[in-house]
């Protein structure tokens, strides 16, 4: 188990608590079909799940966590909740988090379509055979909560066994060395995100409960507090999951490692700046309607349009790219790219070592007062002929993309030899000493 306690070894798996997939659930095809997803060359939908090797004739089941609006918007908060354990937020850089985990939080959060709703989340119920192994695949279909979820056994936290992040295998970059299995206690997982993770029934019965943890969306955020979204029973008589990885076969069989170099050893082409940013209609009124912009540093900011086929950023299929994403309002957005994934390199400023590629990754928010934006820096990836086209990058929360936090890539056949330019220069600018209209 990896215990993450080196300050410049970070595997943020959780930076702000957020997950991907490894199990190439893609966006699963249950958000929103709007104009501008059409945009996408390949649409997203349902793929095939990917095989893992560490979860074979393990018995899997998928879980798509949703929002949606609270069905007691005027209730108090419940008295009978029992108060959970303090966080056990490690490794994620995660200090910021200075929410107390109550309140009435932004939407209800159901787990296939059983609704946790406010305020007292009578959760519905996973039943599992005692002790029994299986894998869970977890997809953030929200269209704005944050999760962090966390197993609790008697009250107590459990260690998941992750094994894929962002529908992409842990291990599949095949590093000598490499995680198969990373352990952590819990699990960031943004809007958009997926997860793959191995999990152990408790014994017959232990009280236990699958809950989300607080996220700490920042003074402009919405609330995310702490609260059980399923309750967890063990029974000798508790039906299978409708579905059994085999124990050997081709399902199996881990993906041929990529014969692309690993991501993190390749020099980037170059680097680039974007910045996330609001603006209130009056500045005066906070709740004044808000544009919202995804900007690439050099462009006039412009809400995204979606009849707009001029893309923002044009790279050729063989590029690699570090792009440090910038965050200049107070509250956390959520980076999210189709049809590539990217190694992130640091977070809040801070070096990771994360083996593994995700394509969704948080922003931590501004506080309003530091000299610097908060940044991610990530290495992306434009190298698999598959992404040659046009596509969106966007914030993953639902009223964001909608209000025009989206822009377009245009991935180009790769450049001949003859074309290449002498080699590409940085114009990549220092965030301003003193941060300036956040637009
Ligand atoms: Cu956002």
Redesign the pocket.
Known sequence: MDDGKSALNIRALCPACQVHDLVSVGDLGLRRRSRRHRLRPFDDGIDALLPIAEAAGLSERVLVIRDQVLLNPNALPSTRIAKAPAALLDRDGDARNTGDGSGKPAKDVSVNFVASAYPDYRAGTIKLKPAAHELWRIVNASSITYLNLQLLFAGKPQTFGIVGVDGIPINQNALAGGDLVVWQNHLGVPPGGRIEVVVTAPAEGVEAALITRAVNTGPGGENDPTRSIARIVAAADAPLPRSTLPASGPNTTAPAPSQRAWLGTVQPTRTRRLY?SEKLDDPKDPNSPTT?YLTVEGQPPASFDPHSSVPNIVVHQGDVEDWIIENRSQ????FHIHQVHFLMLEWFGIRVNEPFLRDTINVPFWDGQTVQYPTVRLRMDFRDPNAIGLFPFH???LE??DGG?MGLIRVEPAEKLSDKPAPHTSNIKHSPAKPQSAQ
């Open positions: 996330f919202f509250e956390v957005h959520d914030c993953h929360l964001h993309e936090m």
